[in-house]
Every structure is written in C-alpha cells, then in structure tokens.
C-alpha cells in the first residue's frame, strides 16, 4: 500500500531508466544497515513446504522468481533476493559489453499498466558478469539469459551463444536462450526452425560434455503463430532442451488504453505488463497441452497481481516470473503471489 501510494508516484516522476539505477542503488545502501535485510526476509519471504517445486534437477523455495532485464549484470540478485524470489534471470547477456539502443529507450504507460522498452541488450558483456557472480557468491538461484551482440551477423550466431554459455556455465543454474528480444533487429530470424534447431543442438551438445551439465531453456515470442509454436515444440522434442520460458515482450500495440498519439511517438520497442497477460497464457496452455505437459514452461507477461500469477499455473506454468508487475506494484506482490499459491494448494 505505501509503495503504491507513496513510493511509485514519486518514482514515476522520474525517467524510468534513471529510476531503476538509483533504486537498486539505494537498495544496495539500505541493506548495508545493520538488520534490515534479515527485516526484509521476515516481512517478504515465504517458505512453507507447499511452495517448493524441483524442476529440471533444481530445487526452487518458491514458484516466484525474476525475469530477465532487471538485473542484466548480475549486480543485484543477491539484494532483490531478500524480497522473496526464489530464482532470478540476469542478462541478457553477450559475450561482448554493448551500450545498447540511443536513449531515451523505456516509456510507462501508467494507464495500461505497461512499459515499452528497446533497451537493445545493453551489458557488460560475459566476462565481467561471470566476475559479479563469483564475487558475490549467490543466495539464490541463477538463471543466465543469453543472446548475441548486436553486430554479430546470424550466420556467426552460435558462436555467440557457445561462448557465453562457457562462460556462465560455472556461476548460473539454469540457461535460457534468447533469440525472440524485438529490440534487435535480426536476431528473430534464429527462431526459424533450421536455425534454432542448430542452435539449440550446439548448446546440448556443449552441455552434455561438461562435468556438470545445466538446464537449458528457450525463451519464446509472444507473436508466434500456432504453426510456429508447433515447430517449436518439435524442437524442443528433438533436442531434448529443459523446458521454454513463455513469453518475452511483444511488437503489438493491440488495445491499449493510452493515447494513440503517445503510443506513436514512444514508437518501437517491446510492450511489456498487462496488454500481454492473456496472449501470454495463451501461448503457455497451447505449449502445455501440445506437449502433454512434457516440456515445463515458467510463465511470464502480464503479471501485475495475484490473481494473474494463479492463471499462468492453472494454464500449466510450473514457475512464473515477474518484471513490470513488480515495478507498478512492488515487492509485495511476491509475497501476495505466493499466499494465494498457498491458498489455492496449487
């Protein structure tokens, strides 16, 4: 309540980039007074036994982690963890640092409960992430989206991907494969069934050959038809991936509440919150059901309360994920996604 109240309208009076950096700053220097993260844990986490899944060999506290984008590079997992998450995604990550697309590149739409971002992966690259992840030796699971730099042309894409994932492979539980971001402009074409199926097999084969070999998950677009949904699900049968994480943003400005004159000036970028919530779980229930319920999905978009969170599971997400929601509604939604998880003795 005070965050709505209070904290978000003061926020939100503020560009959105500039605000997320002194947040997680301001974060970081709070949690170094005496108390206060142990505070936080007491007031935020949840740790019944109902919550607890295992997926893919890797025990979550919790259904409710941290989508990707918010802690790109690996600066914050362990600070965000004290709100409740039990996993969070860092990147997207390339092996090359990228400033990413000209500001101004992230817009609130307050009335749709949205953001439309082209932040264009902006990052530190792999090495100094995989650094931040050994320096501050992680509380909490770690998930590590990866993607290729901006100037790579795609027929050098895996290289891209193989080399990230070498890098990360010590210091993340799980990967997710990015190859659906709309802020870059080719890197869609991977999604083709010839290229993805390339692609994803590299990574496998990578995988299997490691002395520990970690999940690997594929990130998918909300603006897929269901013929390509359908190659997907082939895919994933064929290369035996861990599972796809549903959805990332998406090109579409389908009923939206906010001025079309501000729509068109804000101009490209992914549509991220509410708008995408039913589309969303669409694209879960048609992966579950396809699938038999064989490939998992952590379902993602559109989560802005409680209730939206219970939709993705009841459409068979085994784990959701949260990013604009917990920026319109604060870190009290993990806990309230949580009781209602609870309530519901999903």
Same mark, same amino acid.
């Given at each position: ?9 003061? $926020? ?18 709070? $949690? ?109 699971? /770690? ?68 002395? *520990?070999?970690?999940?690997? $998950? ?37 009923? $939206? ?37 064989? /490939? ?8 802005? *309360? ?41």
């Amino acid at each position: 309540m005070l965050y709505r109240i209070v904290i978000r309208p003061l $926020l939100f009076l503020f560009e959105p980039e500039s605000v997320h950096n002194f947040t997680v700053f301001m974060l970081k220097v709070v $949690l170094y007074l005496p108390g206060i993260r142990t505070l936080l844990k007491f007031c935020y986490g949840r740790s019944e036994k109902i919550l607890e899944r295992e997926l893919f060999g890797i025990k979550f506290k919790n259904p409710v982690g941290l989508a990707a984008g918010f802690d790109k590079n690996a600066r914050h997992y362990n600070d965000l963890a004290s709100f409740g998450f039990s996993f969070i995604e860092i990147g997207t990550v390339t092996p090359l640092p990228q400033p990413g697309n000209p500001k101004p590149r992230c817009f609130r739409l307050p009335r749709d409960k949205a953001l439309v971002n082209r932040m264009g992966i902006n990052n530190d690259g792999a090495e100094r992430i995989a650094r931040n992840l050994r320096k501050y030796n992680p509380q909490i699971i /770690i998930g590590g989206n990866i993607g290729k730099n901006t100037e790579t042309p795609n027929n050098k894409a895996i290289d891209d991907y193989v080399r990230c994932f070498d890098i990360l492979h010590e210091v993340v539980d799980y990967f997710v494969v990015n190859v659906s971001c709309p802020n870059i402009g080719d890197i869609k074409e991977l999604q083709d069934a010839d290229n993805l199926l390339e692609l994803l097999s590299e990574l496998q084969k990578l995988s299997a050959a490691k002395p *520990s070999p970690k999940p690997i $998950l594929l990130k998918i677009s909300p603006d897929l038809n269901y013929h390509q949904l359908d190659e997907l699900i082939e895919i994933a049968k064929k290369t035996e991936i861990a599972g796809f994480v549903a959805t990332n943003t998406t090109v579409l400005r389908d009923n $939206l509440n906010t001025n079309d004159r501000i729509i068109r000036k804000i101009g490209k970028g992914g549509l991220s919150g509410l708008p995408l919530r039913s589309r969303s779980t669409e694209v879960i229930r048609y992966l579950v059901e396809k699938s038999e319920g064989k /490939i998992p999905v952590i379902g993602v978009g559109g989560i802005i *309360s409680p209730r939206d969170a219970i939709e993705k599971i009841n459409a068979g997400a085994s784990l959701v994920q949260l990013y604009t929601g917990f920026i319109y509604e604060g870190p009290s939604l993990i806990k309230k996604v949580n009781k209602e998880i609870i309530r519901n003795k999903l």
